[in-house]
């Protein structure tokens, strides 16, 4: 089963931050990474696929990096809208897994 | 649009049988690019995913659930279900559900529903 530690478990933030969000899996994963936004109440929302890739309809300000077993959500210039909870997830081998979460905060 | 809605029991006593359904609106199930999931997340806790089926009824679930855990699809209902059998305490979650596309895994989540097993 493959580990995703994510980091911080929660962060704050001002309108206008650049914040980074890491994903670290257990073993090589190639890209095989998503991330996901969720408020609460709200189903959560497909932001990054294929760790790099925006889904479409997602601000440009969110981007992903990262390949192997490090990877990294990016949002540039936050706004008060970004908050929520953030998570990974490894969609590389079964059972799929997920990170434990990262839940930003606005200032 | 097709959107996801779990529905069921949000009380269920311990050692009896969770049943949850997630009906597809907006859309047919029967697509042929997806699987359906159903995924968890105690109060407090990360994610964890249940298991999945495809339309034809394959299944794959989490080894560590695998004993206890049943998905089933009505495509007849646009719906599928999960029941999870012998529930305790740590059975007590927030239950999604959601579509997994074969290449990109999920791309739509239902809003969740709180079940807790208590007597």
């Known amino acids: 089963e493959t580990t995703l530690t994510q980091s911080p478990a929660f962060m704050s933030a001002t309108p206008g931050d650049k914040v980074n969000i890491s994903c670290k899996a257990s073993?090589?994963?190639?890209?095989?990474m998503n991330w996901y936004q969720q408020k609460p109440g709200e189903a959560a929302i497909f932001i990054i696929q294929e760790a790099t890739t925006l889904v479409p309809g997602i601000p440009p300000r969110f981007s992903g990096s990262g390949y192997g077993t490090d990877f990294t959500l990016t949002i540039n210039n936050i706004e008060s809208e970004d908050a929520a909870y953030y998570f990974c997830l490894q969609h590389d081998n079964f059972p799929l897994t997920f990170g434990q979460g990262t839940k930003l905060e606005i200032k | 649009q097709v959107q996801l809605q779990e529905s069921g029991p949000g009380l269920v006593k311990p050692s009896q049988t969770l049943s949850l359904t997630c009906t597809v609106s907006g859309g047919s199930i029967s697509s042929g690019s997806y699987y359906w999931s159903w995924i968890r997340q105690p109060a407090g806790k990360g994610l964890e995913w249940i298991g999945r089926?495809?339309?034809?009824?394959?299944?794959n679930y989490n080894p560590s659930l695998k004993s206890r855990v049943t998905i089933s699809v009505d495509t007849s209902k646009n719906q599928f279900s999960l029941k999870l059998s012998s529930v305790t305490a740590a059975d007590t979650a927030v239950y999604y559900c959601?579509?997994?596309?074969?290449?990109?895994?999920?791309?739509?989540w239902g809003r969740g529903t709180l079940v807790t097993v208590s007597s």
């Open positions: 089926i495809y339309t034809s009824g394959s299944t």
């Open positions: 959601a579509r997994d596309h074969v290449y990109k895994a999920f791309d739509l």
């Open positions: 073993q090589d994963i190639d890209d095989d």
